[in-house]
């Protein structure tokens, strides 16, 4: 029983740098979200797929952010020219189409020294 | 706008105690669920308890209960017989079914410590 799955775990990077992260949802699940939690805060929703199909972004996903899902199957995010404010946990969720409950992976935490 | 607030940054509770998890929601749709996730220290959110804003009666799965209250908006999640376990940060958060994604709203989180 494979749940979601994340990678990697850990990045530290320098401020100016880009940085990929890969999740890989429950296999079927046609939907994909991905969220971002700061220390002691609760996650705060980035963007969510459909299939293939990117269907909503947050105001906070700006310009420097890039998420996608290209065959419905796994799904990239890019953050291009790092910041110390993305200094995060990045987490991916998926379900499948009717269930109410989104299945989490362990998350990518990044720190932007 | 919807919003999820929990006023209880830590709680310190016995073991084999119950312990109850405030939660209090602001919505103007009729239509929402009400989700309870469990963080430990790994990182990794775990689902515990739903309830929708049309269930009659109050969600239970387990030792979770959740003492819902729609008319004070209240979402409480009880947890009966702590173990140490338990110990973990607790997040509410509440999706709104008018929203086409799906997406969900969180709340602050509160993190609950089980003493032996």
């Known amino acids: 029983d494979t749940g979601v799955s994340q990678d990697p775990r850990h990045k530290i990077t320098k401020r100016g740098q880009n940085v990929t992260f890969r999740c890989d949802p429950i296999?079927?699940?046609?939907?994909l979200y991905w969220y971002r939690q700061t220390l002691g805060q609760g996650p705060e929703f980035l963007t969510y797929?459909?299939?293939?199909?990117?269907?909503?972004k947050s105001r906070l996903l700006s310009d420097r952010f890039s998420a996608e899902r290209p065959k419905g199957s796994f799904s990239t995010l890019e953050i291009q020219r790092t910041e110390q404010g993305d200094s995060a946990m990045y987490l991916c969720?998926?379900?499948?189409?009717?269930?109410?409950?989104?299945?989490f992976g362990p998350g990518t935490r990044l720190t932007v020294t | 706008a919807q919003k999820i607030t929990q006023t209880q940054p830590g709680m310190f509770v016995q073991e084999k105690e119950a312990v109850t998890l405030d939660c209090t929601y602001d919505?103007?749709?009729?239509?929402?669920?009400l989700f309870w996730y469990k963080q430990p220290s790994s990182g990794e959110m775990i689902f515990l308890i739903y309830?929708?804003?049309?269930d009659q009666q109050n969600a239970t799965e387990g030792r979770y209960s959740l003492n819902f209250q729609k008319a004070r908006k209240s979402a409480n999640l009880v947890i009966s017989a702590s173990q140490l376990g338990d110990s973990a940060m607790y997040f509410c958060?509440?999706?709104?079914?008018?929203?086409?994604?799906?997406?969900?709203?969180w709340g602050a989180g509160t993190k609950l410590i089980i003493k032996p």
């Open positions: 969720a998926s379900s499948p189409l009717g269930e109410r409950e989104q299945y």
């Open positions: 296999s079927e699940h046609n939907r």
């Open positions: 797929f459909q299939n293939e199909a990117q269907l909503e």
């Open positions: 919505t103007s749709d009729p239509s929402y669920g």
């Open positions: 309830q929708g804003s049309y």
């Open positions: 958060a509440m999706r709104d079914y008018q929203d086409s994604n799906y997406q969900l709203i």
